[in-house]
């Protein structure tokens, strides 16, 4: 995109690199390219090519530094999104947002100018865009997401499975936040400051959302094995900071007298096994241990299994006492973090559960047999 730019604006600038007087819009506005129709920005540098990129860069600088100004408005949701870095690759992050509305600015900015200062050898390059053509395609854009947003909504009043409300509100909330992107940039493009206001709020939907979730899908964790116990809090702590409801309490269980408990049985089962053992590895350094789990994630009311997860590890320290610690930590870490990630592509409907393919067991049934699921991992 560069390069066709900057050919294109060769034909108006190269009549400039010819010229020794230095051209107004270097220090400051154009005559030709007038703010209240034009954003301009302009690079200079040693080469046409990096002053080229550095013009461009102006040009985006101007809306991202709109975008982290907004960003307050989206703060519950983008705090929502970042509790824990379970997905950090499907979370809608401020990273994120600022290169969508730097790649779509970007489409509609064009080199205007280039001036080529003879004596010192400094390239100048003017990049700007045509604030009426990027206004118009801003609004299109920023039309098809509230139809988007008001569609999800829709579904999400009108239905009556939780997961299909779940999933259409977190949708209707994820285009929303790209809208109001869409509007920053807006105006920014506008000479009077000026957007266009939505329907919803974002932190409006995320808050419906934390409550439906609080009230209508609990879910319980349930593991075995060496270690059980720590790897079942890191279990709990990791969906918590995802933003899902869990109880404590194991399922058919009552509630405790007193306890902080919301009462609610859990709908979805997290359930698994873990192990860990010594390896005698010939190494005069080091001490080892393996771990390895096998979850799964299970419908109460149906039994069906609707997502698993299964890690294996090997750890060294210095002492077998130490090795096992590591172990005992890298293993809550990866089984809680793969276990958000897999519930929550679940939830939101953020993966694909057509296949229904389990992954290969991590844990043996018994030493040295690799390859089949521990007793006790599968459906209640």
């Not at 461009?56 to 960003?71: C, G, H, N, R, T």
């Not at 299964?310 to 276990?339: F, N, P, T, W, Y």
């Not at 897999?342 to 296949?355: I, K, R």
Request: glycine content about 8%; proline content about 4%; overall charge neutral.
């Amino acid at each position: 995109m560069v390069t066709v730019a900057v050919m294109v604006g060769m034909l108006d600038g190269c009549a400039r690199l010819g010229l020794s007087q230095k051209p107004s819009w270097v220090d400051g506005a154009s005559e030709h390219y007038p703010s209240s129709q034009y954003l301009l920005g302009v690079g200079q540098a040693d080469s046409r090519a990096v002053a080229t990129e550095r013009a461009y860069a102006a040009v985006a600088k101007i809306f991202k530094a709109e975008i982290s100004a907004q960003a307050r408005d989206w703060e519950s949701y983008l705090v929502l999104e970042n509790k824990g870095k379970a997905s950090t690759e499907r979370r809608l992050t401020l990273d994120h947002v600022t290169s969508v509305s730097t790649d779509k600015v970007l489409e509609n900015v064009q080199i205007l100018d280039i001036w080529l200062d003879r004596r010192t050898g400094q390239h100048y390059v003017m990049a700007g865009m045509n604030r009426a053509q990027s206004e118009a395609a801003l609004l299109e854009r920023i039309t098809e997401l509230d139809q988007k947003v008001e569609t999800a909504i829709k579904e999400s009043r009108e239905t009556q499975d939780k997961l299909t409300r779940v999933r259409n509100i977190k949708r209707a909330t994820k285009n929303l936040v790209l809208r109001e992107v869409y509007n920053a940039d807006l105006r920014v493009i506008r000479s009077s400051g000026q957007g266009v206001a939505p329907l919803y709020r974002v932190a409006e939907l995320t808050a419906e959302l934390e409550q439906f979730l609080a009230k209508n899908l609990v879910i319980g964790v349930q593991v075995t094995g060496e270690q059980a116990e720590p790897v079942r809090r890191a279990v709990m702590e990791g969906l918590i900071r995802e933003g899902f409801p869990v109880t404590g309490r194991q399922v058919g269980a009552e509630p405790a007298p007193g306890g902080d408990d919301s009462g609610l049985a859990p709908e979805l089962l997290v359930k698994g096994t873990v192990r860990l053992w010594n390896v005698d590895v010939r190494d005069p350094q080091f001490k080892y241990a393996r771990w390895c789990s096998d979850f799964v994630i299970v419908e109460i009311g149906t039994q069906r299994v609707v997502g698993a997860v299964s890690k294996a590890g090997r750890e060294g320290q210095l002492s077998e006492r130490e090795a096992m610690a590591k172990a005992v930590r890298i293993m809550q870490q990866e089984v809680a973090s793969d276990l958000a990630k897999t519930l929550a592509g679940y939830v939101f409907g953020e993966t694909d559960q057509s296949s229904g393919a389990m992954p290969p067991a991590a844990c043996p049934r018994e030493e040295g047999q690799a390859g089949q699921r521990s007793p006790g991992v599968g459906p209640l």
